[in-house]
């Protein structure tokens, strides 16, 4: 990660370097930037396919729908991508985590609290039919954090491992100060396991508690 420069106050911490998380075993690191993107998905793709020989078309439809998704990370600012792996018995929990860096037009530091009010105050501006997100402030080792937790209908059939029948994507936001500078490093995990939400969730703010900034 490079934070941004930032015009704050000298008296504000020297920006950290990078960060670094822990991930449960069966994770997938994708870099989105542009020169490392395709070896990453390249990587990812082979891995999925070792051993299987007979099945050229489907390999070169993932290869392709990983390149697509990571350009659009890349796009929306994202840093990098992590996908689930992880299985239980034939099936695979889906489940994903972007990393992106979110430079905001403060002249100051947006407290957390004041973003949690600004994402509150927009939750209930939306439509009546979309389920009302979950804002709140929590203390995390990297610093305080704004958490949102959605709710979001999906149009057409279940995701693979999900129960058929009509179902909803659940996402969990950590927005996170970047010390020392104007920036947020937001983390974005969605599954479309709605049936486990909470046990999904409850990985999702393990992971994101084990951010800690480095130098």
Known sequence: MKPPE?????????????????????????????????????????????????????????RGDLRRRAAKAYRSGGIELYLSLQAVGPFTIPASLLVTLAPLRHAEPLPPEDLARALAEDADAEDAGTPVPEVGVEELAAGTA?????????????????????????????????????????????????????????????IAGSLTWTE
Not at 48 to 58: M, W
Not at 156 to 165: C, V
Not at 181 to 204: K, V
């Open 146 to 206: 704004v958490r949102v937790r959605r709710l979001a209908p999906q149009p057409g059939g279940a995701a693979p491992g999900a129960p058929d029948g009509d179902h909803a994507s659940v996402s969990v936001e950590y927005h996170l100060p970047v010390p020392g500078t104007t920036a947020y490093l937001l983390l974005t995990f969605s599954t479309p396991l709605e049936p486990i939400a909470d046990a999904m969730a409850g990985l999702f703010d393990a």
């Open 6 to 62: 930032s015009p704050a106050p000298s008296t504000l911490p020297a920006p950290p370097a990078d960060y670094r998380l822990l991930l449960p075993e069966g994770w997938f690191r994708i870099l989105l930037d542009p020169g490392q993107r395709d070896k990453s998905v390249d990587a990812l793709v082979e891995r999925q396919f070792r051993g299987i020989d007979n099945a050229p078309h489907l390999k070169e439809e993932l």
